[in-house]
């Protein structure tokens, strides 16, 4: 039998563009994915301690995209959840982004006085400066010194052990997701819309996929399925050098190990996130029962180790956002937008774009509209 669609990837952008084909077109769709499960890097399931977590790190869900939201709410509810990470420097706790409370943790009353007035004076209360920005322009000699000591103790060695590259080396993108904050607001994120799917992300999934015209085969990597489908179009989320064969060479990737560890105390730390910049070879470490909610006796929390990405040995977690890797990619785009007819890409593997699951949601939704229905 012929299928309308083959999708292969189940993640976010899979999932969606399935979703937005079966109903909204009535059209059939097979998503492979090679796996054993849906959700991509957002899936997640209870470990043996019955602990929901999340087994590619901590997923928190945030956007400022009224219609996102309200899209994903026609299959979930929402547990609303405003993250908080704290980054250990010198010993202290800090909050991060690093704001007006990280400033006066840090220094004498004050000093800290001094330096608040002078940031408000020259950028203005309530905005976001990215720390690259502030290194560039700090006007004066005290906002010099904040300037250096946020990146040495923030940013210089967490981007070190994050990408193995330094901060000036990557797109100014990159650390500016975590800008200076000249406000009190503790929050890691500031997006209207913010939460964790209520029943969690798996759930979610699950509805999004439930259409009788969807159908999906797990455990089966693209290539065993080369010739033996008949579709009549293709939409790819994995790697786009993959793909292709890495004809213009490979596309780099940074991966992670997470080692997930369960204590019988009811809590390991304060907030959901701890940000480790300096210290250990992992750069954080997030208890999943402040994401979830969950009240229970005991608690499970992972530490993310960074590596090197080795095709068949871990998996391609980040993009790599560089103007090298820019330029590279620029070739495998060009290629597929000669191929459109036959082939789509998204998603964060797909676009080698370092999305947020609401960007890759957003990405699905206007191919969706823009390509797909116009065909
Ligand atoms: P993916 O989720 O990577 O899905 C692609 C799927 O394609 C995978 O399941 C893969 O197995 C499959 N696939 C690939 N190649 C093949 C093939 N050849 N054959 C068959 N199947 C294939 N975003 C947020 O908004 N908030 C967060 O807090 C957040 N935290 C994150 C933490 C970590 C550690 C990571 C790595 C990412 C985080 N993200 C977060 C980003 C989020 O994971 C992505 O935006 C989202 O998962 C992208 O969805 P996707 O479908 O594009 O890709
Ligand atoms: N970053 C940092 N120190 C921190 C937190 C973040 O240097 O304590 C930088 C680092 O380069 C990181 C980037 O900011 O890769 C983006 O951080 P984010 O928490 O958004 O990363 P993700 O959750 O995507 O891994």
Same mark, same amino acid.
């Given at each position: 039998? @012929? ?29 492979? =994915? ?41 299959? $979930? ?12 420097? =010198? ?22 006085? @001094? ?28 906002? @010099? ?62 509805? &999004?996929? @439930?259409?009788?015209?969807?159908? &999906? ?33 490979? &596309? ?10 369960? $204590? ?62 820019? =330029? ?6 060009? &290629?597929? =937008? ?38």
């Amino acid at each position: 039998m @012929k299928i309308d669609w083959l999708i292969v990837g189940a993640g976010f952008s899979g999932c969606v563009l399935a979703e937005r084909i079966a109903s909204q077109l009535g059209q059939t769709v097979l998503i492979v =994915e090679q796996r054993s499960h849906i959700g991509g890097n957002a899936y997640d399931d209870y470990d043996e301690h019955g602990i929901l977590i999340h087994h590619y790190g901590p997923h928190i869900f945030h956007t400022n995209a009224h219609y996102i939201w309200d899209y994903l709410s026609q299959f $979930t509810q929402w547990r609303i959840y405003h993250h908080q990470v704290l980054a250990l420097v =010198e010993g202290k706790p800090i909050p991060i982004p690093f704001n007006f409370n990280s400033l006066y943790q840090l220094f004498p009353t004050r000093y800290a006085d @001094k330096l608040t007035h002078q940031l408000i004076q020259h950028y203005g209360l309530n905005t976001k400066i990215p720390i690259l920005k502030i290194l560039e322009t700090a006007p004066t000699p005290d906002l @010099k010194f904040l300037a250096d000591y946020i990146y040495q103790n923030l940013f210089h060695h967490y981007t070190l052990k994050q990408w193995g590259i330094k901060p000036e080396a990557l797109s100014p993108g990159v650390t500016a997701r975590v800008p200076i904050h000249l406000s009190r607001d503790n929050r890691y994120f500031q997006d209207q819309y913010q939460g964790l799917p209520k029943l969690g992300y798996t759930k979610l999934f699950n509805n &999004l996929i @439930k259409h009788p015209a969807i159908k &999906l085969l797990l455990n089966t990597p693209y290539q065993e399925l080369i010739g033996q489908i008949d579709y009549r179009h293709l939409i790819f989320t994995g790697p786009i050098d993959e793909y292709f064969s890495y004809q213009f060479g490979e &596309l780099p990737y940074r991966s992670l190990h997470f080692n997930f560890i369960h $204590t019988p105390d009811h809590q390991h730390q304060p907030v959901a996130t701890l940000n480790y910049p300096n210290d250990y070879q992992f750069t954080r470490i997030t208890e999943f029962k402040h994401l979830t909610g969950q009240q229970m006796q005991g608690s499970t929390y992972v530490e993310e180790y960074p590596q090197t990405y080795q095709p068949g040995h871990n998996l391609p977690y980040y993009p790599i956002p560089q103007e090298e890797t820019r =330029e590279l990619y620029r070739k495998y785009a060009n &290629l597929a =937008e000669s191929l459109k007819h036959q082939i789509l890409f998204a998603g964060r593997l797909g676009d080698y774009q370092y999305y947020n699951m609401d960007q890759a949601v957003a990405r699905a939704l206007t191919l969706f509209k823009t390509v797909i229905c116009q065909n």
